[in-house]
């Protein structure tokens, strides 16, 4: 008895043994095929991800040098054409009005005349002779300089030409009052940037840049950009920028794929941003070589110089990490980007891991689903076959391999078939009531999903309206304080003009805030429905003149010219919407027009509508941005040129009044060229047409 017990159990053992080995085996195989495949795949994905991030970085990062170029050569340009139309012309008398010199022999701007915070300063040597050209070059530089420069303050720190050398100094920098701060010591002294454009030592007339640096007084990291300044062939001085890489260095240094860092470094091997670095490139002022910091910098610096220049992506000397490269245009700088390899390893092994895992658990199951099988198949049969011997050897027959006794065990299997049923019926009641308790909780989640991305929307918007009022406002109230202390300070010695010009800034600076929050409450009300619109026929040629009349003064503030030829066509909408709509078109226009420019307004028939169109020689509307132009609180990449507040609500108030109107509006631009907005309104007679009859 003891034997054959031992035997079934053996048996049982062996085969769950042998399974479970097989099982294991290939468990392992599969995970070890999924950690090689996974790898791969993820060494794939990765540098593909990796090769799009870098290539971003790149035109992220040149975009700022680039720019910088442009704005100089722009500059270069304007000048030379003004300068050309100046010739043989007289200056002496502006040069004198501008110019004064003070008691240490410096020549610059006269105090009453000196804005630096709008205009460009001067600092002239009192070694300098005052010929007719150079006054004529001083005249213009400070003019144009005073254009150009506030128009790239956003992106630069400051603007300036040097004239001859060190000669004439002129700078656009409203943090500072430049020309004065300094002695005749300081603007003797030769730079690298007025060097730098002499034709001796740039013969190829090329735009240039420097070595970083760390000034002081911004207390940022600095590189400066400089452009030659030529005449049909002669050096009259250099322009150029003071670029701040704050930004640049910031985004270096915290953006990036996690686990990874980036660096960015000279073509001769100035680091110029690593994580780890900042404070040793600050103690060398912006000139530690990477080859002397660590024999793992050098190798880095060895392996991406000796790359292909098309190349994007090499091991690094050790072979742990892959280094995505490319370039930053403009300061030719080399963007890296380190991706340690383990990254890749410590995925894959997870994968592996998973796999393993779930093999362990299906190899659990499997085993449990056998012993199942031969419980049933092989325990069972011989527990009975026994049980049935032990009968016939105590004389008793027995019935126990009949398939279809009706002893005890049969009236226990209609029993659990009974109660099965049962079970069934209770089950599928149960299914039912989970059912229908399921899609009560769904429509539930529906409704409270609905509700909440409701919230998140309001919520958003009372954000957005509240960083727009705390951003517009918080400059007008600053500086109608700033003005108004200094009025009580100084109004028993001031001249009444210059109180007057304090009294006309604190009024213009309360017309802003009226205008921001007239936009804001107006698009509160279109938005609720509120604005309630009395249709009439309207004249365009009289109110398209009314709103020209409106601005003309700051047209001719900008030196810009309105045209608009009168075409005796009515419209019938709302008149005040109507103004509105054709003001908030003329103020997108002047603010976005550069000076001197035509702005023209139009009106034509076409079909049964009238269109009315507002078109502009500005910097038009780039493509990717056309889709945001009519949306709420956007603000586009053109700014205005004249400095003009904008709050982002113009166009999108003027959509919706023109859809009150039951008009519509457009745009056309090429980006570069301008914009022409059109607004189309049903004519007079065609609305009257389809007017109900009293």
């Known amino acids: ?46 540098l593909a991800n990796l090769g799009k991030y870098i290539e971003t970085r790149s035109q992220l990062e040149s975009e700022l040098f680039l720019g910088a170029e442009a704005n100089t050569k722009l500059i270069r340009d304007e000048f030379v054409r003004r300068y050309a139309l100046l010739q ?45 050209e150079l006054m004529r070059q001083v005249v213009l530089a400070q003019q144009v300089l005073s254009q150009y420069g506030p128009a790239y303050r956003a992106r630069s720190y400051d603007t300036f030409i040097d004239l001859n050398v060190s000669d004439v100094s002129l700078m656009y920098l409203p943090k500072l009052n430049y020309a004065r701060n300094g002695s005749v010591d300081d603007f003797a002294e030769d730079l690298d940037t007025e060097l730098g454009a002499l034709p001796e030592r740039n013969p190829s007339r090329s735009t240039f840049w420097t070595g970083i640096y760390y000034d002081k ?32 260095i910031t985004r270096t240094n915290t953006v990036n794929i996690p686990g990874t860092h980036n660096l960015i470094f000279t073509r001769n091997g100035y680091l110029i941003a690593h994580p780890d670095y900042m404070g040793k490139i600050q103690e060398h002022q912006g000139k530690l070589d990477m080859r002397k910091i660590s024999p793992a910098m050098h190798d880095l610096y060895e392996a991406v110089s000796k790359a292909p220049p098309k190349e994007r992506f090499i091991e690094s000397p050790d072979g742990r990490n892959w280094l995505g490269i490319v370039p930053i245009k403009g300061a030719n700088w080399v963007f890296v980007t380190v991706y340690p390899k383990r990254l890749l390893e410590e995925k894959a092994a997870w994968a592996a891991s998973m796999v393993l895992i779930l093999g362990i658990i299906a190899l659990a199951i499997e085993l449990g689903l056998l012993a199942m099988v031969l419980r049933k198949d092989v325990a069972l049969p011989l527990d009975r076959l026994k049980n049935a011997i032990r009968s016939l050897a105590a004389g008793k027959t027995s019935n126990q391999l009949d398939l279809h006794r009706s002893d005890e065990i049969g009236e226990l299997a209609r029993t659990f078939n009974d109660m099965s049923h049962t079970v069934q019926s209770h089950r599928l009641h149960l299914e039912e009531l989970v059912t229908d308790r399921t899609q009560e909780l769904a429509t539930r989640n529906l409704q409270l999903e609905a509700a909440n991305e409701a919230l998140k929307y309001l919520n958003q918007e009372k954000n957005e309206l509240l960083a727009i009022a705390a951003h517009d406002l918080k400059n007008p109230v600053a500086s109608i304080q700033g003005m108004a202390s200094l009025l009580g300070e100084r109004l028993d010695n001031w001249p009444p003009e210059k109180i007057k ?44 003149h009314d709103a020209i009349a409106g601005w003309r003064p700051r047209v001719a503030s900008k030196q810009q010219t309105l045209h608009y030829t009168p075409t005796g066509l009515q419209v019938r909408t709302d008149r005040q919407a109507l103004w509105q709509i054709v003001d908030n078109l003329l103020s997108n226009a002047v603010k976005y ?25 500005g910097p038009g509307i780039a493509p990717h941005e056309m889709n945001l132009l009519f949306k709420k609180f956007s603000r586009l990449s ?57």
């Open 501 to 544: 010009d304090r009294l006309d800034g604190i009024q213009l600076l309360a017309g802003r805030m009226q205008r921001i929050i007239s936009n804001l409450l107006e698009h509160d009300a279109l938005e609720a429905g509120s604005v309630q619109m009395q249709i009439e026929v309207v004249d365009l040629d009289e109110l398209i």
């Open 88 to 132: 043989n012309t007289d200056v002496s008398s502006q040069f004198y009005h501008l110019l004064k010199q003070d008691r240490d022999g410096m020549w610059r701007v006269r105090p009453e005349l000196d804005d630096f915070e709008h205009q460009a300063t001067v600092a002239m040597l009192p070694t300098t002779k005052h010929t007719p």
């Open 593 to 617: 027009s550069p000076n001197e420019q035509r702005i023209e307004i139009s009106a034509q028939a076409v079909d049964q509508d009238v269109e009315i169109s507002v078109t502009d020689h």
């Open 217 to 248: 007084q911004a207390l940022e990291w600095m590189i400066s950009v400089v452009t030659p300044l030529d005449y049909l062939g002669q050096y009259l001085g250099g322009i150029g920028q003071d670029i701040p890489l704050e930004q640049l």
């Open 638 to 694: 053109a700014r205005p040129t004249g400095g003009e507040h904008t709050t982002g609500l113009g166009l999108s108030i003027t959509k919706k009044l023109v859809e009150a109107v039951f008009g519509q509006i457009r745009c056309e631009s090429q980006f570069g060229q301008g914009a022409r907005f059109i607004v189309t309104l049903p004519a007079a007679e065609v609305v009257a047409a389809h007017l109900p009859q009293a």
């Open 1 to 46: 008895m003891n034997s054959h017990n031992y035997a079934t159990s053996s048996l049982f053992r062996r085969v769950l043994r042998s399974m479970a080995l097989r099982i294991a085996l290939a468990a392992c195989l599969i995970s070890a095929l999924s950690y090689y495949y996974s790898y791969v795949r993820l060494q794939e994905e990765a």
